[in-house]
């Protein structure tokens, strides 16, 4: 384990505070998954992926962490979405459950230690409302649905940082003659007809959505965790609600050490469909741009900042996520060279880059341990690519052998310490660079410029050479200029002519 500090923001405290876990060496962790009812959204896309986050930082950290991440599979837009598809609730559960998998996996995110969904929940759910009632803080009430008494929780509003009347004010409370204050929830919901419904103690019927969660993180994690996380509207009711349940339940407190919340995420450019396509599904934005780049975009701003989802930032991962595996595929190359030549002036350059990956590995563990500064991480990779270009252009740096241990240097920081904790920088060069090429080409397309197929490119490379080998630099030069306005770069080198699209 990394004798590091941690500094985490606590959502209750709105502070950093230093991190330490319940047993030494070891994090439980829980964050709410989506409701199953349709594919989900790039805002959940976002909230998975900042959960996967905080599970490969602990891990990196040198943590034992038990993750546990739900389904919630038993809700009123089930149900409705079941009437609509004219379908069961079960196999339009079995359906969305399926295609979060498939986003998740395209998304690189690590399995957690275990995925639970409700439905399979229910013993554990029906013995937590028992003891909350049993503990004075639950009631019955005449048509079957039990609900949780917020007058009997003092500390309730705590998380929030509001008082119940503040809460009151802001919510819709609707006059319900069945409970006793306003502000109060429900633990179990009496059957309606044609809706799935369960036995119980109460008559048949079905769990309340907070009440799924502190049921399944309390088999999972026991009755207190490390940390705990959701999107920041989760904040009031559901996670407000879980607290006072898990404590109600099993008296045990806090109920949760490390409250930590990722900020909403905003749609405001108009163009955004014209350019990116309709991305607002996490499948179709995966679908076409991959996980590695959406790792990039979402993990490319800090989690706890309100994201602006636009064009121009998907661009920008682009292009740095093009100048990171450029650099890789460079490296690549250097490790492969077989004839080599000592060079004092490139065996300096590669040994100040040598001391600069030094650096940046010791920036980035700081970034991560101070309150997952995912952007700053990223930024000093950035820095490490120009430092990684500057002693390339060193003569015969590319040949020398101190260039192999920097490339290697270089590797070792970008697929272990950033592609570890951000899941970026592991795949081959080449194919990332193959696969952002043809993202370029597809955005044009939408965009309606006009673009060089990668066959006529080839061709008007081959027209070019016969005109040099013809002397005719005219002609060579205007076919590199017709390239060139396509958005293709061309480079000579003594192998040949590569090309790239800008
Ligand atoms: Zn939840």
Redesign the pocket.
Known sequence: MLSRPIFLTHSGTRKKERFTSMIPGEVKM?S??PTVYGPIHIGNLRAALTADLFYRFFKHFGYRVTYVR?Y?DIDDKIIHQAQKENATCDSITEKYIAYAEKDYALALMEEPTHKTRVTEHLPEIIEMIGNIIRNGKGYTSPSGDVYFSIDDFPGYGKLSGKSVEDLMAGARVEINPEKRNPMDFALWKAAKPGEPAWDSPWGRGRPG??I??SAMACKWLGPKMDLHH?GED?IFP??EN?IAQSEAATGCAPYVGYWVHNAFLTFSSEKMSKSLGNVVQARDFLAEYGGELARMVFLGVHYRSVFDFNAEVVDQAVTNLERVYEAKKIAEEIRAKKVLLPDPMAEQAWGGFIIDCDRAKEAILEHYANDLNTAGALSELFTLVREFNRALKQPNAANTPAGILAANEFIKVLEGQIGTVIGVGRMRSETMLAHLARIKVSRSKREGKSVIEDAEIEALIQQRKIARENRDFRKSDEIRDQLLAGGVLIKDSPQGTTWVRK
Do not use: I, Q, R, V
């Open positions: 829980y709410c998954g739900n919630t959505w907070h799924e969660c959701g989760l559901h996670h879980e």
